[in-house]
């Protein structure tokens, strides 16, 4: 195993560039170098001392010299900025008026609360006198927090990357006063270096430009809007796909990631690496695909590919391996040094391939895994009426009442502080840290039993937790996000059921808790509830997109439906009220009416009743985070397989013309769309596998029964569970799929729970115990593509 203890004085930066005017008469591109947070750093090993990448000043003191106008605002970003001298202004009419008096450009900064190097811009410029002299006196200076408003950070973002090849955060961009952008790129440091400009210099230089070339710079701004709003706004030539391409499309995503697959350290591509988990997703599916079709071998190739890279990341640093979470990513190709902001985005998604990874292999080491991640969860990222919170930053203070905080400081040890904290097994700690064999050899090296050797580690582990709770913490964005809450919820839920197939009597070391899968289950339904509470009208139905001491002042996007919705369908399968089914489809209707491009096909990102947002667009690259149109592809897939009738055909019909939108991504760059290859897949299959419970639910009969038909690997199953004697909920099911309905009035036994697998208009004889229903759904179904 290998463990983040060690980072080396000689960490390097790995640059990206952007391009940056500027010239007396027009605007050039001068390459620029950046270091967003986005990018990442490449460095090796010493044991002998600890060493933070880098350094911010801390912003918290009693008193303040400057008060703007961000001190109103409830974002925790603009917050850290609101005594800044900068007179900054948040998104909104107020400053485009202001420019618009003023007929000066705009500045537009952003940025997140835990992004390191938006801390460190801070330091050097935004704290800086003569910087807000600068863009007091010839800019209106906006700040906007880029996870509160995600439509305002596309338009903008997307601009950077189209015109000067890279991107990142913190983004730094000049605009008109009626807001097309000028020009723009992401870190800047304050002075000239190495023959480049510095902000300041740029500043001088776009106020010179501005009332010298003030045509140029506009134009060029309009048309590099209305280019982009073409460019993104696609349109389907035809309501479906080629009937040979889902297939293609995910064989050929397959294959250009294996191009780049590291059969060493795992992972796709070179560092810094990224957990991408939609990569895995499509991998695993790939493998399942493989399988059925009796390519095991191929099947199996693919299949260590991923395993081999969910080892590695648990086992470096990247994983925190005292608290549990993961780190966003890892600067070099064995996952040893993180960048240690953890987002909630990445452990929704990062248990989720854990527990089919589980699923696949019935090895406790996944499980464990899925675990450790919704326990760092449940302990420091939930609030008190169950809402989930967005990240932790990087840096901290390397003790109470320092200045300045560094990234990593609250995670790494020197040497000296693990040989205190632990004593007499401080040499076995960091044999198990430092190098590279894994733990049988170790233990044989200690001459201890493996299951002892496990526990000393894992006390080892809670004793230097216990000593880290006292160091500074590193911030807490304690905001809410719809779109991330919905990856959590998905991720609890499917825990709740996945984990129960853990052998009895398996064995957890810290950080790892233990608990009954069923408080997963609670959390997960405490989280959907705030969401509803809170972030949902009832009279409209219509979702916000975030909450801090109050919701926020952006609308829900398409991503906060789309995520809530998968969230709450994979609640509904495991068991949870079928009042979160009607909800999910109640939400998709009000996505369809907000978002669905009824005649181009697929779903735009916003609602596009905001003016000052200038592009639309139809979001396919899954990324960090799926798209959108991705996720919403496949819960249409899977409502069209729960409903019948019209209303199925209706899902079915906009989930193949969503997908014929993209039509040229998933024949020419598959790659970037990993989830909509897999959607693109799912639609091909001509019947999805059903299972239906029918019984009372309040039994552990019936969670057995559940945890059963959840305890296969298989993406494209259907869990549908009802209880005849509950009047509304037959209801429900006669307005929706009478089928189901009559199934259940059919094969109701009060004192049992029944399962019957249906697929192909077939179902099987009915089942009543869990071992009966696993070998059901092992068996191969040959008509199944």
Not at 100 to 128: A, K, N, Q
Not at 598 to 621: A, I, M
Not at 661 to 666: D, G
Request: charged share 25%; with cysteine.
């Amino acid at each position: 195993m290998v463990k983040l203890f060690r980072l080396s004085s000689s960490l390097l930066g790995r640059h990206f560039f952007s391009k940056s005017l500027l010239s007396s008469s027009l605007i050039r591109t001068t390459k620029y170098l950046n270091y967003p947070c986005s990018s990442a750093f490449a460095g090796r090993f010493h044991t002998h001392k600890v060493l933070a990448m880098a350094e911010t000043t801390s912003s918290s003191s009693s008193s303040h010299s400057h008060t703007n106008r961000l001190s109103a605002e409830h974002s925790p970003y603009l917050l850290q900025h609101a005594h800044n001298p900068v007179n900054w202004y948040p998104w909104g009419e107020e400053a485009f008026a202001e420019a618009r008096r003023r007929d000066v450009p705009i500045f537009l900064s952003i940025g997140y609360s835990t992004c390191h190097w938006c801390h460190v811009m801070e330091v050097e410029s935004f704290e800086d006198e003569e910087v807000a002299r600068l863009l007091n006196d010839s800019f209106v200076s906006m700040k906007v927090d880029r996870e509160e408003r995600p439509d305002v950070d596309k338009v903008y973002m997307t601009f950077v990357q189209a015109l000067y090849g890279g991107g990142g955060w913190p983004l730094s961009v000049f605009l008109s006063p009626d807001l097309k952008p000028l020009m723009g790129g992401t870190y800047f440091p304050p002075d000239d270096k190495y023959g480049r400009p510095g902000f300041k210099t740029i500043l001088r230089k776009v106020k010179d430009a501005w009332f010298s070339n003030r045509d140029v710079l506009v134009k060029s701004g309009a048309f590099a809007i209305e280019q982009l709003s073409e460019a993104l706004s696609a349109s389907a030539s035809s309501k479906k796909l080629p009937d040979e391409l889902p297939q293609n499309a995910l064989r050929l995503c397959a294959e250009q990631l294996s191009q780049s697959y590291d059969s060493q350290y795992g992972g796709f591509g070179s560092a810094p690496k990224f957990p991408r988990p939609v990569e895995i997703q499509m991998m695993l599916y790939h493998s399942k695909k493989l399988d059925d079709a009796g390519n095991y071998s191929e099947s199996k190739k693919v299949l260590q590919m991923v395993l081999l890279t969910l080892q590695c990341m648990a086992r470096g640093g990247i994983h925190d391996h005292i608290g549990g979470g993961f780190h966003r990513y890892s600067v070099d190709e064995r996952w040893h040094v993180p960048h240690f902001e953890k987002m909630l985005y990445d452990q929704g998604q990062l248990v989720n391939v854990y527990l089919d990874a589980f699923s696949i292999t019935n090895d406790v080491f996944y499980s464990s895994l899925s675990r450790d991640i919704l326990d760092y969860l449940r302990r420091d990222m939930i609030g008190p009426e169950g809402e989930i919170f967005s990240a932790e930053d990087a840096d901290s203070a390397e003790h109470e009442g320092a200045k300045k905080k560094k990234e990593g400081a609250f995670y790494t040890w020197t040497s000296q502080e693990i040989d205190d904290s632990l004593g007499e097994h401080s040499t076995l700690f960091k044999d198990c840290y430092y190098v590279k064999p894994l733990g049988n050899s170790l233990a044989r090296k200690y001459g201890l039993p493996l299951e002892k050797y496990l526990d000393i580690l894992g006390e080892c582990r809670q004793k230097l937790f216990d000593v880290r709770s006292i160091r500074p913490r590193p911030h807490l964005d304690d905001k809410v996000i719809v779109s991330w809450n919905g990856l959590a919820i998905s991720s609890l839920a499917r825990a709740s059921k996945i984990l129960m197939g853990e052998a009895e009597g398996t064995k957890y070391n810290f950080p790892v808790v233990g608990c009954d899968p069923k408080e997963y289950m609670t959390a997960a339904e405490k989280a959907a509830s705030f969401i509803r509470r809170h972030l949902y009208n009832e009279q409209t139905r219509r979702l916000e997109h975030s909450f801090r001491n109050g919701p926020s002042k952006a609308p829900g996007f398409l991503d906060d439906y789309a995520f809530l919705i998968s969230g709450l369908l994979d609640l509904y399968e495991v068991g949870g009220g079928i009042h979160w089914l009607v909800w999910a489809t109640e939400l998709q209707d009000k996505q369809d009416e907000l978002f669905l491009d009824r005649e181009g096909g697929g779903y735009f990102n916003t609602p596009g009743e905001d003016p000052s947002v200038l592009l639309r667009v139809k979001e396919d690259h899954d990324g960090a985070e799926p798209s959108g149109n991705s996720v919403s592809a496949i819960n249409l897939i899977r409502l069209a397989s729960m409903m019948t009738g019209s209303k199925s055909e209706y899902y079915r019909q906009n989930a193949e013309h969503l997908l014929a939108v993209f039509e040229s991504r998933l024949k020419d760059m598959a790659m970037a769309v990993p989830l909509m290859c897999c959607a693109a897949a799912m639609i091909s299959v001509p019947s999805h596998k059903q299972i239906v419970l029918v019984g009372h639910k309040s039994s552990l009969e019936f969670d057995n029964m559940l945890a059963a038909a959840h305890a296969s690997y298989d993406p494209i199953r259907t869990v549908i569970h009802i209880d005849p004697t509950d009047d509304e909920e037959m209801e429900i099911w006669e307005g929706n799929n009478s089928n189901i309905a009559l199934m259940a009035r059919n094969n109701f036994a009060a004192d049992k729970v029944v399962a019957l697998v249906c697929q192909n208009f077939t179902c099987s004889p009915p089942v009543t115990d869990p071992r009966s229903l696993k070998a059901l759904l092992l068996k191969k179904q040959s008509s199944v593509v």
